[in-house]
T-cell receptor, first 115, second 115 residues
Framework: DAGVTQSPTHLIKTRGQQVTLRCSPKSGHDTVSWYQQALGQGPQFIFQYYEEEERQRGNFPDRFSGHQFPNYSSELNVNALLLGDSALYLC??????????????FGSGTQLSVL | AQSVTQLGSHVSVSEGALVLLRCNYSSSVPPYLFWYVQYPNQGLQLLLKYTSAATLVKGINGFEAEFKKSETSFHLTKPSAHMSDAAEYFCAVSDPNNQGGKLIFGQGTELSVKP
């Protein structure tokens, strides 16, 4: 059983460009959350998707957007990249049914570098 | 609002010594609390969680943590450190009423284990 898979593992972009990161949740999971982890910091919650809708959002600008597909996979899009967007982007999946954060599984992340 | 403070960004212990990683939280509601471990170039792995049951929580790899409401603390301990314990450790808090909701992470503590 594959866990949470993210692609690509590494990405280099330049300022002003746009980027799309992808996440496939663990089998049986229907909820996907995205986190940004800057170097030397703890992860920060970006948003969460369930039933193809954004359900919760952290303190991130509208440049950060997402999407969830019928198969529960998800994309994170970042427009007009800034140097400060350089970070490890983590995807986490869970099952909504009977859910708390007890059963949150994280992927290995996508390392985004903005030059 | 919820927040987490991890005291000490870096802790160094000798192999076989006690590991103590400190975490204090702030929450307006009785929280759920978590400890995660992150090895280099990997995602987060759940070590243990407190979800309002027993205040002494046992996790994987010999780690345990005690929820102390009066001290708003959730410190992580392990009686005897092993070289393989060297990693980054994150304490996190969530609101149990926010089903499947976001985690608030601390800044992390890097644990080094000396031979």
């Amino acid at each position: 059983d594959a866990g949470v898979t993210q692609s690509p593992t590494h990405l280099i972009k330049t300022r002003g460009q746009q980027v799309t990161l992808r996440c496939s949740p663990k089998s049986g999971h229907d909820t996907v959350s995205w986190y940004q982890q800057a170097l030397g910091q703890g992860p920060q919650f970006i948003f969460q998707y369930y039933e193809e809708e954004e359900r919760q959002r952290g303190n991130f600008p509208d440049r950060f957007s997402g999407h969830q597909f019928p198969n529960y996979s998800s994309e994170l899009n970042v427009n007009a990249l800034l140097l400060g967007d350089s970070a490890l982007y983590l995807c986490a999946s869970s099952s909504r049914q009977g859910s708390t954060n007890e059963k949150l599984f994280f992927g290995s992340g996508t390392q985004l570098s903005v030059l | 609002a919820q927040s987490v403070t991890q005291l000490g960004s870096h802790v160094s212990v000798s192999e076989g010594a006690l590991v103590l990683l400190r975490c204090n939280y702030s929450s307006s509601v009785p929280p759920y609390l978590f400890w995660y471990v992150q090895y280099p170039n990997q995602g987060l792995q759940l070590l243990l969680k407190y979800t309002s049951a027993a205040t002494l929580v046992k996790g994987i790899n010999g780690f345990e943590a005690e929820f102390k409401k009066s001290e708003t603390s959730f410190h992580l301990t392990k009686p005897s450190a092993h070289m393989s314990d060297a990693a980054e450790y994150f304490c996190a808090v969530s609101d149990p009423n926010n089903q499947g909701g976001k985690l608030i992470f601390g800044q992390g503590t890097e644990l080094s284990v000396k031979p």
